[in-house]
């Protein structure tokens, strides 16, 4: 009763998650031969004056020279990280407790303990995350051949297992928050921020490691 409640709450969140995850992965795939055919193009009008500039582009294209790098950097690094990241704020505040009375009545009548939905709806979210990112990090090697390389399931998994950890956190703090607002868009919102301020973190100090 409690997982098929949780699953209901959430489902639509997942499923759209789970799709356009697969479909990003799939697209690294697809550009990746492209982006070999203008990687020596783009190296060669690289800006020489903004040294803050040029470093992370040359960084990008040095690991863009293998499929292996192309992957880290893309997916693992960027895309699994935000997008997941996204949609663990989505799901983390996807009806915990509805704003409605009718919805709000409904939960609070359940059998059971608040505790005890709130850990089913925190295990369900994190199962429903570990499949958002492995599912299509899974992808990556099994559409690896398409485009002419491999790329081993072993080490899409461990990857996928990492990124998992960063995007579980932002779904911990969703859940959180979730339980101290009864609205959606301030959790989602406060996630964002978080995830923003991090982002821009890890710019300033990768920038002042350079100097």
Not at 40 to 52: I, R, Y
Not at 86 to 91: D, K, R, V
Not at 182 to 205: A, E, H, K, N, S
């Amino acid at each position: 009763m409690l997982w098929y409640k949780a699953w209901l709450d959430t489902r639509s969140r997942f499923w759209i998650g789970l799709v356009l995850l697969a479909l990003m992965a799939c697209t690294i795939v697809v550009e990746y031969p492209q982006v070999q055919r203008l990687l020596p193009v783009v190296g060669s009008q690289l800006p020489a004056a903004d040294d803050s500039l040029r470093r992370p582009l040359e960084e990008a294209i040095e690991l863009s020279r293998t499929f292996r790098g192309f992957v880290w950097n893309n997916w693992f690094r960027q895309n699994a990280l935000t997008v997941g990241a996204l949609f663990a704020a989505l799901i983390g505040t996807s009806r915990l407790f509805s704003s409605s009375t009718r919805g709000l009545l409904f939960t609070l009548s359940l059998p059971v303990s608040r505790s005890r939905w709130i850990a089913t709806r925190a295990a369900l979210g994190l199962a429903e995350l570990l499949a958002l990112v492995v599912v299509p990090s899974l992808m990556i090697s099994l559409l690896a051949p398409l485009a002419g390389q491999h790329y081993g399931a072993g080490e899409a998994l461990v990857h996928a297992l990492f990124a998992f950890v960063g995007v579980a956190a932002f779904y911990g703090l969703a859940l959180l928050l979730s339980t101290i607002f009864l609205d959606t868009w301030r959790p989602i919102l406060i996630v964002c921020l978080v995830g923003v301020g991090l982002m821009f973190f890890d710019v300033l100090v990768t920038n002042s490691l350079h100097f």
